[in-house]
DNA sequence: AAATGTGGAATGAACATTCATTCCGAAGGA
DNA sequence: TCCTTCGGAATGAATGTTCATTCCACATTT
């Protein structure tokens, strides 16, 4: 197995076994094991659990915003692009149940809530789309004046909340269902 | 200090301390001792740790449950019950961030997830106001005709969300701004 | 009233377990 | 042969739980 190889297996198991069973419940040997790697190799590629942990978190982060950009295009109107992030985010999340739920775990953790602050407060890239967007919208009073974190609560807490129940196999979200889903959560935010 | 007495201040370290630090970041002996009882004591009172915990939930819910009780009739307009029970809950929640952060690590825990899953599949009392608030509006088509775990969802979504956020401190929730998001809520549930 | 006895409650040191991290001998490539 | 990488046992810190002992309020006896 190569360098590059052992890497992303390490990340593979981290991801699935803290998915699955949390920060807490998932140990690093057990991580290790999963991987085919033994204990100490970890530290080879992580300085430490914590790192590990961010990392993952980059490495999705990023997928996640590969997925979004795909045909997005600030050129179209502001309700059809909110309809593309909104439904590209749900349809990736809940085939992806591993990255989500991944993300659960992170944002609700000291670490998630040290993101979320350093990213409203400090100007940081990422989550450019979105608040561009409802900065838009809201100068062009298409979306209600609200502070932008609560548009953002409005449009993104149904989101999460739906993905959750989808992949906890409390409701089937077929492609209608994600798309009136959707426009549900554009009915909460739109003026 | 009375057995009453004793048992409440356990309740209340747990409380305070998990809802700060979580279930990992609160062990028995901190809880303890900020309760001002031997370690030992705690297991007088509670079989074990996931039994205090299944406990404090109780507890909570059960005063949530008291406060939107309060001026709630099933014969006012759908819309004004449910601006009654979105205001009462967000409100609440803002007012006690301590029961609303520890609501929070239940929610996103093996636990909750349980809670969750017996109250939706098994036909369980509690959640009563909300389940016969949205059915009613569904067959009065007032509501959107979507699955109630997503109108749930759509409702309750924000709602957690705009807690957590005030009590993080990323935006200031007074009185109009409760109400304007409740009614957004609204909209995106109503037809 | 004073002295003694009793049972349940409280205590916190001790224990077993779990976990992140370290370390060093072995393996493998140059 | 030398040097990097690997593996997994060893380490030490932290945590939930237990249990032998202490404590105390009240009953009983003198």
Redesign the pocket.
């Known amino acids: 197995?190569?360098?590059q190889d052992?890497r992303e297996e390490i990340v593979r198991a981290a991801l699935e076994l803290i998915a699955e069973h949390g920060?807490?419940?998932?140990?690093?040997?057990?991580?290790?094991?999963r991987?085919?790697?033994?204990?100490?190799?970890?530290?080879?590629?992580?300085?430490?659990?914590?790192?590990?942990i961010a990392e993952l978190f980059r490495e999705v982060e990023g997928k996640v915003y590969a997925v979004l950009v795909e045909g997005y295009s600030t050129q179209k109107p502001i309700r059809e692009r909110f309809l593309h992030l909104g439904t590209g985010l749900l349809r990736y999340y809940i085939e992806n149940p591993l990255e989500f739920r991944y993300l659960e775990q992170f944002y609700n953790s000291p670490f998630g809530v040290a993101h979320r602050r350093s990213k409203l407060l400090g100007n940081k890239e990422g989550c450019y789309f979105f608040r561009e967007l409802f900065e838009e919208a809201v100068s062009q009073q298409v979306m209600k004046d609200l502070p932008l974190v609560l548009l953002f609560d409005l449009a993104f807490g149904p989101l999460f909340a739906a993905a959750r129940d989808h992949i906890l196999g409390f409701v089937a979200l077929e492609d209608a269902l994600i798309a009136r889903t959707i426009e549900a959560c554009w009915d909460g935010v739109k003026r």
Not at 23 to 33: L, T
Not at 35 to 52: H, M
């Open positions: 197995m190569s360098k052992k920060f807490h419940g998932a140990p690093m040997a057990m991580i290790a094991e991987a085919g790697v033994g204990a100490g190799t970890i530290y080879r590629y992580f300085e430490n659990k914590d790192v590990l």
